[in-house]
């Protein structure tokens, strides 16, 4: 089960196509989108409506469901398309609509052949194991012999038992003292590894405490070192501080016995020094204000901030005018500096050099990506506009601008009434 969404523009379709390997499409739901701006979505009536509509096979369209802002802005619904042949969907109204559902049904490619043969063989090889180890210890233990029953074997009469009869009896025994030597020996060797364990941890132990001791030692010998050259290092800071304090005191000093000299002299010369102080006041006036205005400058310069809205439109300000300057509002006249230019950056359209263009703004007088993106503007305020086709000249071909072309305006408010 895969999940699937998409959002229907108004003027843009969308076309869905049955994938067997995904399955049948299920849509359960419907939520109706905001492709307008923030400051442009209050001027949306409430009540209108925007309608969701599919076709099946070039027939007539079919309502599927119908939103309403603020009343009923989502739908539930249970549809599934498993049509060979195309389904598109198209929303009527201002508003795009989000359509979200799941796959059902698509195909499962089962693997794990490998895995599975891989598993037996490791059952086989258990199987196999087990069965060995069984065998051995039936060997194992038919070798030993009880001492009932090699009484029971053995003849009554040594005169009537021959040398083949005895040589059976011997190997058995002799194989018996042989594996009991081997037994011990496998006994001795396993009591042997715990003591060689044993050690290989003290020595371990032994080298990690001795290396804590070590770097225990050269932390403590680092630390005195730092410890002492930090004590040095405030010594000598001392010294020159004082040093300091010294030139300072005997500047001081000077500059007062300078004063007083001034002071005793003649007239004229005290009439200098005021002179020279007041000039200095203006100079320092002076930059303060040309300060003042590279600042102001910068800011005009540096672009204030760059938008992005749902619908695509981008609006990037370029340099800002006074900050008391008139904003231009919906139902204004306004008088704009233009530039069109398309993504290429061929320019197919400007005023420049002639007077400004005007328009009533939010009467539909010029394209709707204008009417959006100079809404809120101030006198002497510069934005760049980036305008999809579908707030542009859409899908119809004009004089230099082809079809569902993006377009950049950079416009300057001239003037508001």
Same mark, same amino acid.
């Given at each position: 089960?895969?999940?699937?969404?998409?959002? =229907? %523009?108004?003027?843009?379709?969308?076309?869905?196509?049955? $994938?067997?390997?995904?399955?049948?499409?299920?849509?359960?739901?419907?939520?109706?989108?905001?492709?307008?701006?923030?400051?442009?979505?209050?001027?949306?009536?409430?009540?209108?409506r925007t309608v969701v509509q599919c076709n099946y096979d070039k027939s007539s369209p079919v309502l599927v469901c119908a939103l309403t802002a603020g009343s009923n802005e989502s739908s539930h619904m249970e549809l599934e398309f498993e049509e060979q042949n195309e389904v598109v969907f198209s =929303?009527?109204?201002?508003?795009? =609509?989000?359509?979200?559902?799941?796959?059902?049904?698509?195909?499962?490619?089962?693997?794990?052949?490998?895995?599975?043969? @891989?598993?037996?063989? /490791?059952?086989?090889?258990?199987? /196999?194991?087990?069965?060995?180890?069984?065998?051995?210890?039936?060997?194992?233990?038919?070798?030993?012999?009880?001492?009932?029953?090699?009484?029971? $074997?053995?003849?009554?009469?040594?005169?009537?038992?021959?040398?083949e009869e005895e040589e059976p009896w011997k190997r058995r025994a002799a194989k018996r003292k042989k594996r009991q030597v081997i037994i011990e020996s496998e006994e001795e060797e396993e009591n042997e590894f715990p003591? $060689? !364990?044993?050690?290989?941890?003290?020595?371990?132990? %032994?080298?990690? /405490?001795?290396?804590g001791k070590d770097n225990k030692r050269k932390s403590d010998e680092q630390k005195g070192k730092d410890n002492k050259r930090k004590s040095d290092e405030e010594q000598e800071r001392g010294v020159s501080k004082s040093k300091k304090v010294d030139k300072k005191e005997n500047s001081v000093e000077e500059s007062k016995k300078d004063k007083t000299v001034e002071s005793v002299g003649e007239n004229g010369r005290s009439e200098n020094s005021t002179q020279s102080q007041r000039e200095e006041k203006k100079k320092k006036k002076k930059k303060s204000k040309i300060s003042?205005?590279?600042?102001?400058? @910068? !800011?005009?310069?540096?672009? %204030?901030?760059? /938008?992005?809205?749902?619908?695509?439109?981008?609006?990037?300000?370029?340099?800002?005018?006074?900050?008391?300057g008139q904003i231009a509002n919906p139902g204004c006249k306004v008088y704009v500096n233009y530039v069109g230019k398309l993504q290429n950056g061929t320019v197919f359209d400007s005023n420049a050099g002639e007077k400004p263009f005007k328009f009533h703004l939010g009467k539909g007088q010029v394209i709707?990506?204008?009417?959006?993106?100079?809404?809120?503007?101030? =006198?002497?305020?510069?934005?760049?506009?980036?305008?999809?086709?579908?707030?542009?000249?859409?899908?119809k071909e004009m004089e230099k601008v082809p079809?569902?072309?993006?377009?950049?305006? !950079?416009?300057e408010i001239v003037k508001v009434k």
């Open positions: 089960m895969a999940f699937w969404g998409v959002e =229907v %523009k108004p003027g843009n379709r969308y076309t869905h196509l049955y $994938d067997q390997t995904r399955g049948r499409l299920r849509i359960t739901q419907a939520v109706l989108g905001n492709p307008l701006g923030s400051s442009a979505a209050k001027s949306v009536k409430p009540t209108l =929303v009527l109204g201002q508003r795009s =609509v989000h359509l979200t559902g799941y796959f059902v049904g698509g195909k499962k490619f089962v693997g794990g052949g490998e895995d599975s043969e @891989d598993t037996n063989g /490791e059952d086989i090889a258990d199987t /196999e194991s087990e069965g060995l180890g069984a065998d051995e210890d039936d060997s194992y233990e038919s070798d030993f012999i009880d001492d009932d029953d090699i009484i029971d $074997d053995a003849p009554s009469s040594p005169l009537l038992q021959t040398s003591k $060689d !364990e044993q050690k290989g941890k003290d020595n371990k132990r %032994k080298s990690d /405490e001795q290396k003042k205005k590279e600042t102001e400058k @910068d !800011e005009k310069k540096q672009p %204030k901030r760059i /938008e992005t809205f749902p619908n695509g439109l981008i609006i990037e300000e370029i340099s800002t005018g006074r900050p008391d709707t990506g204008w009417d959006l993106g100079i809404n809120g503007m101030r =006198v002497g305020d510069k934005r760049r506009l980036t305008i999809p086709p579908t707030l542009g000249y859409g899908d079809k569902n072309s993006w377009l950049d305006f !950079e416009v």
